[in-house]
C-alpha cells in the first residue's frame, strides 16, 4: 500500500513564524499535493506539483509557498504563520494521473497563537 | 473553475438501510470522479471511481451512478453499518481533485 506520511500530528506555532509542514510519500508517485480542511469548507486545495521542482497553484495559495526537491518529499511552508492558518493540513499522492485515485496522509493539525 | 456541492451536509440513516448521498458538480468538462470516506482524525480515503464514459459502477456494497445530463452523482451504500459513519466527498478530477464540502453520514443502531 502506498504511505503518505505527515512529519507532525498536532503543531502549535506563534502569529509570525515560518512554519514547515513536511511530507514523504514511498511509491514513486509524480504528483503530491497539499490541502487545507476546515469545518464547513471541506477540502481545499492549496499547492500542487506534478514532478520535482515544479509547482503549481491551487484555490487558495496566498499565505503560502512549497519545495519539491525530491520525488518523494513535498513541504509546505508559512512564510509568516497568521490565526487564519490555524487548520487541518492534508498531504496526498497520486500517479500520474488516474488510477487508484489519491493517497492522503493522516493530517496536521496546526494552531497558530 | 470547478465547484463541487452535495445536496445535504447530514444524513442519518438506520443500520440496515440504504444511504444514498448526492453530489453535483459544475465542469461538464470533468471526466473523473472519486468518492471518499474520511473517519474522524483520519485522511480521506479512496472508496469508489468512476469515468465519464460509464454511468454506473459496483463495489462492495457500494454503487455510484452518474448523470452526466445533469452534472449529478450519487453513492449508494447497501446494508449502511456503523463503521460507515463518516464524511464523504465526491471529488471531479480537473487539474487536480476538487472537493465538496462533504456530507455527514451517521448510523445508527
Known amino acids: 500500500d502506498v504511505k503518505v506520511t505527515q512529519s507532525s500530528r498536532y503543531l502549535v506555532k506563534r502569529t509570525g513564524e515560518k512554519v514547515f509542514l513536511e511530507c514523504v510519500q514511498d511509491?514513486?508517485?509524480?504528483?503530491m499535493f497539499w490541502y487545507r480542511q476546515d469545518p464547513g469548507l471541506g477540502l481545499r486545495l492549496i499547492y500542487f506539483?506534478?514532478?520535482?521542482?515544479?509547482?503549481e497553484k491551487g484555490d487558495i495559495p496566498e499565505g503560502y509557498s512549497v519545495s519539491r526537491e525530491k520525488k518523494e518529499r513535498f513541504s509546505l511552508i508559512l512564510e509568516s504563520a497568521s490565526t487564519n492558518q490555524t487548520s487541518m493540513y492534508l498531504c496526498?499522492?497520486?500517479?500520474?494521473?488516474?488510477?487508484?485515485?489519491?493517497?492522503f496522509g493522516s493530517g496536521t493539525r496546526l494552531t497558530v497563537v | 473553475g470547478e465547484s463541487v456541492g452535495l445536496h445535504l451536509p447530514t444524513l442519518s440513516v438506520q443500520e440496515g438501510d440504504n444511504s444514498i448521498i448526492n453530489c453535483a458538480y459544475s465542469n461538464s468538462a470533468s471526466d473523473y470522479f472519486i468518492w471518499y470516506k474520511q473517519e474522524s482524525g483520519k485522511g480521506p480515503q479512496f472508496i469508489i471511481d468512476?469515468?465519464?464514459?460509464?454511468d454506473k459502477r459496483q463495489g462492495q456494497r457500494v454503487t455510484v451512478l452518474l448523470n452526466k445530463t445533469v452534472k449529478h452523482l450519487s453513492l449508494q451504500i447497501a446494508a449502511t453499518q456503523p463503521g460507515d459513519s463518516a464524511v464523504y466527498f465526491c471529488?471531479?478530477?480537473?487539474?487536480?481533485?476538487?472537493f465538496g464540502k462533504g456530507t455527514t453520514l451517521s448510523v445508527s443502531s
Open positions: 511509491m514513486d508517485h509524480e504528483n
Open positions: 506539483s506534478y514532478d520535482v521542482k515544479m509547482k
Open positions: 468512476i469515468r465519464s464514459n460509464m
Open positions: 471529488a471531479p478530477l480537473v487539474s487536480a481533485l476538487i
Open positions: 496526498a499522492s497520486s500517479s500520474l494521473w488516474t488510477g487508484d485515485g489519491y493517497t
